[in-house]
């Protein structure tokens, strides 16, 4: 049984890995597309998951969930964390606003590609030995979710998550700032609306956690997708 948890761990563990430092890369590789090379030259354009590493949000926060669930649910329910952000000089960019929301976009599409790939996998399982089968089965499954969820919460568009700031590239210029200005707090309010208010709710005897409600709808619809895209049927 402990062997079974702690392979399920660290192959949730791998596939977010995998999920997170791509991400981040697609940023660096977007803007450097773009003409700014700040990432290049600060070493952020590397699949190397420990160039993209958060003290907080990838090894603290993640961690506290993951040991909370597990002794309080006996499983894993919900993952939450981030990378340290690619740096980025949208102001060397030709359409800065734009430059900007279009390298915000490419981290959810690297995510939803590589939910793609993931799903293509499938298709090499019947060659895998029946040892494996289930190993393998089980990460392709945590790498499209893994993908998946962290794809579908960045285009929540609160800055600084990337819908945030894709919203800022193609809002009109006032609206645009006032949604810039969001910035600032934007974590806190992330925050505030996953884990605070429904914990609040729940204390006080009522259903309140709107993002797990939009992901709990919308995730089983992208997985049968992604798995159609790929020629296979769910």
Known sequence: MMNGVIL?????????ILAITLHEAAHGFAAWGLGDDTAKLQGRLSLNPLRHVDRVGTI????VLLIGQLITLGHIGFMFGWAKPVPVAAWRFRHPRQGMALVAAAGPAMNFFLA??????????PHVSPQMMAPAATFIQDFILANIVLGLFNLLPIPPLDGGRIMVGILP?????????MERAGIAVVLLVIF????AARQAGYNFDPIREILNRIVPWAMRLVFNLAGQSV
């Open 8 to 16: 399920e761990i660290a192959l949730a563990a791998i596939a977010a």
């Open 60 to 63: 603290i926060l993640p961690g």
């Open 116 to 125: 793609w790939i993931g799903a293509l996998c499938g298709w090499l399982l």
């Open 173 to 181: 210029l006032p609206l645009a700032a006032a949604w810039a200005r």
């Open 196 to 199: 605070i208010l429904p914990l």
